[in-house]
């Protein structure tokens, strides 16, 4: 976890005083045994204490292994995990079980907030089915444009980039709108498949255009950067570790990265304007039908 080896963790502590027990073998089984635990502990813990303004879920492809992360916002601006799966993909299952299991614990999806997904399908399908089909979802621009980009030949990349980043970043969402259907009507000619993934799920890379907000708090729920942020520590932290015979030492370094990234966690940038955001998700918040007849 501070990036020294099991190998060298004695000499480098009896640089500065003695000490027992602190050979290869004996951390190594220590360390199995306090990651495991914390990885429970933080898997476990009651989620009810939190009051959460949006949700990301993501996925990594982890030595072979896939890794889905739900992290939570809170109304604070400050971050939180929410759970973990390990599976061979994205598949609905394995999402599916990683949304009900916040649920159990304590987090209240009856409750207006906004979910950024990767784009994934059943991602897709796992918010639908617990937050129910009204739940607003925003899928990540920066996926998108990956996605798209990933379809085309190195000359047209970094034109068609420019462009969809361009369309995010218009205020109005008609205006946001029409510029990436001009340019599906433009990559039909040039690249059907990349056609395909722009329109796949246009409307939902633009969810937080309808939401009345400027600046940096329009573009933070506008991707998957804060669960990204916690992937680069795990990416950091096991970036030295050789053995992955398993998958126990998958979910333990995983979840323990994931602990030790929790706990150096920042408020989001633009925390101050959360109200305004929260204030905005109630007003784009589907009115029950009495309530339509009764504005009717």
């Known amino acids: 976890m501070i990036e020294i080896s099991t190998r060298r963790y004695a000499k480098a502590v ?13 951390v190594s089984e220590h360390f199995i ?4 635990r914390k990885v429970r502990e933080l898997l476990e813990r009651d989620l009810s204490q939190y009051r959460l303004c949006a949700i990301c879920l ?11 992360v739900a992290l939570g916002v809170q109304q604070d601006g400050q971050k939180v995990v929410l759970g973990l799966r390990q599976g061979a993909s994205e598949n609905a299952v394995v999402v599916s079980e ?3 299991d916040p649920s159990e614990r304590g987090v209240d999806f009856t409750q207006p907030r906004l979910y950024v997904v990767d784009g994934a399908k059943a991602l897709l399908k796992a918010v639908r089915r617990h937050a129910g089909e009204q739940a607003l979802v925003q899928r990540c621009q920066l996926h998108k444009r990956r996605n798209v980009v990933g379809h085309l030949t190195e000359e047209y990349r970094e034109e068609v980039d420019r462009k969809m980043a361009a369309a995010y970043q218009m205020s109005s969402t008609a205006d ?4 990436l259907e001009k340019l599906h009507r433009e990559l039909q000619e040039l690249n059907p498949s990349a056609a395909r993934s722009l329109g796949e799920g246009m409307d939902e890379t633009l969810t937080v255009h309808r939401l009345p907000l400027e600046g940096w708090l329009k573009r933070m729920p506008a991707t998957t950067n804060p669960i990204e942020s916690a992937f680069s520590v795990v990416d950091t932290v096991c970036r030295r570790v050789k053995c992955w015979k398993r ?3 998958v979910e333990r370094w995983v979840g323990a990265a994931l602990w030790v990234a929790e706990g150096n966690f920042r408020r989001i940038k633009g925390y101050r304007d959360l109200p305004r955001f929260l204030a905005a ?16």
Not at 14 to 26: C, D, N
Not at 176 to 179: D, Q, T
Not at 283 to 293: F, H, I, S, T, V
């Open 14 to 26: 009896r640089q500065f005083v003695e000490a027992y027990g602190i050979e290869k073998s004996a």
């Open 33 to 36: 045994r306090v990651s495991r």
């Open 58 to 68: 993501d996925g990594i492809e982890f030595k072979g292994r896939h890794m889905v």
């Open 98 to 100: 990683l949304l009900r």
């Open 176 to 179: 946001a709108k029409r510029a």
């Open 247 to 249: 998958g126990d030492p």
């Open 281 to 296: 998700l109630e007003n784009l918040k589907p009115k029950p039908p009495a309530a339509q007849a009764r504005a009717a």
